[in-house]
């Protein structure tokens, strides 16, 4: 019989305590919503034998984990120095214009979601953002609308 | 004097970043094979002639650090590379760790039979994903042709290495924030001593360095470490990876001798300020470090030099802020960053950034008075003596230099005037 989520995820780590921060990566890409339910964390818990206040202490500490669910592309803005001084935050505006949103939320299709994020070392192409694993860099507004067109459509 | 040398960087691009073939080719794996035949007092010694001074920031001399681990006697000894490079601004790591981790993986395997250590841990921060993937396939590839792992050439000697991703967190650069997360921990940092040579990883002694710090240990040994020295000046050895962004024409890693001039880095190597605006300002070492005007530029790159401004080259960050730049605004910026990185453990660096934030957006919205210059100077004090970890300690270097050399940008917002036209100074209008 298959196992859960979480215990694929904990056997591949050998069911280690010492991986938590690996395995709540893994089990963050495994649910698609780019995040971590609420049970998951308590599974883990039970089945590593660790409280669930450190499982939750590790999962709020680290910026990249979510505990609520996200769009299924997360567009994250670098709003670190370098960035900003090549303008950073006209592409923040741009991109709350160009899906409809503010930052920090999710459009109602659940496809994208809005967020800063701190200086991901594409300074030498800022400003930059990520979608997902993706950086894009030196972006305008036509690019960007671009870029935004082609996730749409890749959709369909 | 040659601006650029390629000694560290000199295979990338010219080898696929995973191939073990590529590599040796190259000249690579000269040095482990070398190393293997020299007792471990000689590799330090020749660490020691280099001058290399650590790379990730703190700048503490590496033939030192490596005797120190070497003379603890408790086994085992963990080897440690941070790979973090959360300083923004810094993206050095990124080009060694992307296009020759074989380079960082021989240096590693280096120290690792200096100290007899048999397991180590390439901790790379999360964002570099992908990259965390390549350094995974080179370690596999090192494994099969018999440079890593099991009987390392044939002999007694064994080594194995594992990445290991950050989640996002700046401190966790710190190290032993960053052994905690190694641990799967929340990154937090320890209190110190014990330093982790004597209690890192597992508690067990370890030796951190930073992935060009590790990176440079292959030349040193091919080399020589009075050749390595050679290229820089008297106080610092060797070259230094720099990281140019922000208003320059150039922006990218070079490979730089130490002694060459800020000026000849930002105006030469980086084509000086695009689209015929003027320089404002320098920021050199990432968001933790000092700030200063062009009549600054004459310095060396060179630690001594630098030191004697006040100001430390840390990661070897260089960003250039044009005059389309506003001071305030600037800080404001660094200041959000340290108030979302701070961990939140001791209370000046937790509460301090917040209220200096406060206090900056003030001189934003054009509300501020001269009596904010105080306050914000009295929790800076308080942060830099009492914060708990580097972090707080360094978060208001910024601050502190854009006062010394910018002052008059602070007095104008109180003015209500922001000659950048960056500052909304709605605050003003509203009263
Ligand atoms: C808040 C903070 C963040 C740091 N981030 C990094 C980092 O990203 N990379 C790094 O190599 N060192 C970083 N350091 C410095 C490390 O603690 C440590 O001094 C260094 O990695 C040691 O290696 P080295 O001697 O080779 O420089 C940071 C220090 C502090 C206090
Ligand atoms: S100085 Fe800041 S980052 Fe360091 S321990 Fe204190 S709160 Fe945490
Ligand atoms: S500052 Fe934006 S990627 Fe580095």
Excluded at chain 1, 82 to 105: H, N
Excluded at chain 2, 5 to 28: F, H, Q, T, W
Excluded at chain 2, 108 to 126: C, F, P
Aim: with cysteine.
């Amino acid at each position: 019989m298959k196992g859960t989520v979480v215990s694929e995820v904990l056997t591949k780590y050998d069911n280690s305590k010492d991986r938590l921060v690996q395995i709540l990566l893994d089990l963050q890409e495994e649910s698609g919503q780019n995040y971590i339910p609420r049970e998951w964390l308590e599974e883990v818990s039970q089945k590593l034998d660790t409280p669930l206040t450190k499982v939750y202490d590790v999962a709020t500490f680290y910026a990249m984990y979510n505990l609520d669910p996200k769009g299924r592309y997360v567009i994250e803005v670098c709003k670190s120095a370098p960035c900003r001084s090549r303008k950073a935050e006209t592409l923040a505006q741009s991109l709350e214009k160009l899906l409809s949103i503010k930052m920090g939320e999710t459009t109602a299709d659940g496809l994208f979601t809005l967020q800063h994020t701190s200086c991901f070392g594409a300074c030498d192409i800022s400003p930059a953002i990520k979608i997902g694993e993706k950086v894009y860099g030196n972006l305008n507004e036509d690019k960007l609308a671009e870029i935004i067109r082609a996730y749409r459509e890749g959709q369909k | 004097m040659a601006k650029m040398v390629r000694l560290i960087s000199k295979y990338c691009g010219n080898v696929r970043p995973d191939s073990v073939e590529d590599y040796v080719k190259a000249g690579g794996y000269a040095a482990l094979k070398k190393a293997m035949g020299m007792g471990p007092l000689d590799i330090i010694e020749e660490v020691k002639k280099s001058k290399l001074m650590g790379r990730g920031g703190a700048a503490y001399p590496t033939g030192i650090k490596w005797e120190q681990a070497y003379s603890i006697t408790k086994n085992p000894k963990y080897i440690v590379c941070n790979g973090d490079e959360g300083e923004p601004g810094t993206y050095k790591d990124r080009l060694m760790l992307g296009q020759n981790p074989l380079q960082l993986i021989e240096g590693m395997t280096i120290a690792a039979r200096v100290l007899d250590a048999r397991e180590g841990y390439i901790y790379i921060r999360g964002e570099y994903k992908a990259i965390q993937e390549t350094v995974k396939k080179a370690i596999e590839n090192a494994v099969k042709a018999g440079y890593l792992g099991d009987n390392i050439l044939g002999t007694q000697f064994s080594f194995h290495l594992e990445v290991v991703s950050g989640a996002g967190a700046y401190v966790c650069g710190e190290n032993t924030a960053l052994v905690e997360s190694i641990e799967g921990k929340a990154g937090r940092p320890r209190i110190k001593p014990p330093f982790i040579k004597n209690a890192g990883l597992y508690l067990k002694p370890t030796l951190l360095n930073n992935v060009e710090t590790f990176s440079c240990i292959p030349y040193i040994i091919d080399n020589g470490g009075d050749n390595f020295a050679s290229y820089g000046n008297e106080h610092s050895g060797g070259t230094k990876l720099v990281s140019l962004s922000g208003n320059v024409e150039n922006r990218d890693v070079y490979e730089v001798p130490f002694g060459i001039t800020l000026r000849e880095l930002v105006y030469e190597i980086g084509g000086g300020i695009p689209e015929g605006r003027t320089l404002k300002m320098v920021q050199l070492g990432g968001s933790s470090g000092a700030c200063f005007p062009e009549a600054v530029l004459d310095t060396q790159l060179c630690y001594k030099d630098l030191k004697s401004k006040g100001i430390s080259l840390g990661s070897g960050a260089v960003l250039v802020l044009d005059d389309s730049n506003c001071i305030v605004d600037f800080v404001k910026c660094i200041m959000e960053f340290f108030v979302h990185e701070s961990c939140g453990k001791c209370t000046p660096c937790r509460e301090g950034n917040r209220h200096i934030l406060m206090l900056v957006e003030k001189f934003a919205d054009g509300t501020a008075t001269k009596a904010d210059f105080e306050k914000m100077k009295r929790i800076c004090d308080t942060m830099k003596y009492g914060a708990f970890c580097g972090l707080g300690q360094t978060a208001t270097t910024a601050l502190i230099t854009c006062l010394k050399y910018f002052k008059e940008e602070f007095e104008e917002h109180i003015e209500g005037k922001c000659r950048a036209g960056v500052c909304s100074l709605n605050g003003k209008e509203a009263k």
